[in-house]
C-alpha cells in the first residue's frame, strides 16, 4: 500500500514557525489530512482536504500538498502545540494510510 | 454533539477472538456520507487504520489484516462491532473508533477515548 515519511522529530522555539513534512510518491495528487494527539489523548483532526480547518482549530495551523510532499505549518508556535502529528490518505486500494507520525517539541 | 464510546475485552489471551463495540451518538450511520472507522495505535506506536463500514454497509479491511477482520453495524442501536481473531501479543493496542467523513475522501474527524486491549496469556 502507498507509503508516506514522516519525520521522527521537529524542534521550535516559541513564537516561531513549525514545518511538518509527509513525504509520498505524487502526494500532491492526492488528499491529506492531519491529526494533532497529545500525550493520553485520542488524535483531533487539525486539517483536512489538504487545508481546511475543522471549527476550533486556530488559523496558525495550516496545510498544504504538493508534488512529494505535503506540509503541516504551525505559525507562532506556542507550548500547548507540542504533541505528536499523523498525516493521513485514503489509498486508491481502498484503505486509510497513516504517516510514521513526527513529535513536535517546543523548546 | 457527536461522541463515540469503545467497550470490549481489556486482556485476551494468544489466539481468541477479540469483540469490540463502538457505541455512538449525535449522528446516523443511516445518513449518506456517514461511516465508522476502526484504527489502532500499539503502545508508542504510530496509528494503524484496521476497518470501515459506510452508511450503504460497504466494508473496507486493511490488506494486512483483512484475513481477520469483520466489521459490522446495528443502525438501530447506533453501534458498530469489529471482531478481530486468533489476537497475538503483536496486537496489544489502544483501539479507537471514528466517525468518518466522506466527502469524496475519507478522514476521521470525531474520535472515541480508545480502549486499550493487552493479548497475554
Known amino acids: 500500500s502507498y507509503v508516506m515519511t514522516q519525520p521522527p522529530s521537529v524542534s521550535v522555539a516559541p513564537g516561531k514557525t513549525a514545518r511538518i513534512t509527509c513525504g509520498g510518491n505524487?502526494?500532491?495528487?492526492?488528499?491529506v489530512h492531519w491529526y494533532q494527539q497529545k500525550p493520553g489523548q485520542a488524535p483531533v483532526l487539525v486539517i483536512y482536504y489538504d487545508s481546511d480547518r475543522p471549527s476550533g482549530i486556530p488559523e496558525r495551523i495550516s496545510g498544504s500538498n504538493s508534488g512529494n510532499t505535503a506540509t503541516l505549518t504551525i505559525s507562532r508556535v506556542e507550548a500547548g502545540d507540542e504533541a505528536d502529528y499523523y498525516c493521513q490518505v485514503w489509498d486508491s486500494s481502498s484503505e486509510g494510510v497513516f504517516g510514521g507520525g513526527t513529535k513536535l517539541t517546543v523548546l | 454533539q457527536v461522541t463515540l464510546r469503545e467497550s470490549g475485552p481489556a486482556l485476551v489471551k494468544p489466539t481468541q477472538t477479540l469483540t469490540l463495540t463502538c457505541t455512538f451518538s449525535?449522528?446516523?450511520?443511516?445518513?449518506?456520507?456517514?461511516?465508522v472507522s476502526w484504527i489502532r495505535q500499539p503502545p508508542g506506536k504510530a496509528l494503524e487504520w484496521l476497518a470501515l463500514i459506510d452508511w450503504d454497509d460497504d466494508k473496507y479491511y486493511s490488506t494486512s489484516l483483512k484475513t481477520r477482520l469483520t466489521i459490522s453495524k446495528d443502525t438501530s442501536k447506533n453501534q458498530v462491532v469489529l471482531t478481530m481473531t486468533n489476537m497475538d501479543p503483536v496486537d496489544t493496542a489502544t483501539y479507537y473508533c471514528?466517525?468518518?467523513?466522506?466527502?469524496?475522501?475519507?478522514?476521521?474527524?470525531?474520535w472515541g477515548q480508545g480502549t486499550l486491549v493487552t493479548v497475554s496469556s
Open positions: 505524487n502526494i500532491g495528487s492526492k488528499t
Open positions: 471514528t466517525r468518518t467523513d466522506y466527502g469524496g475522501q475519507y478522514y476521521f474527524d470525531f
Open positions: 449525535g449522528f446516523s450511520l443511516s445518513t449518506t456520507g456517514m461511516c
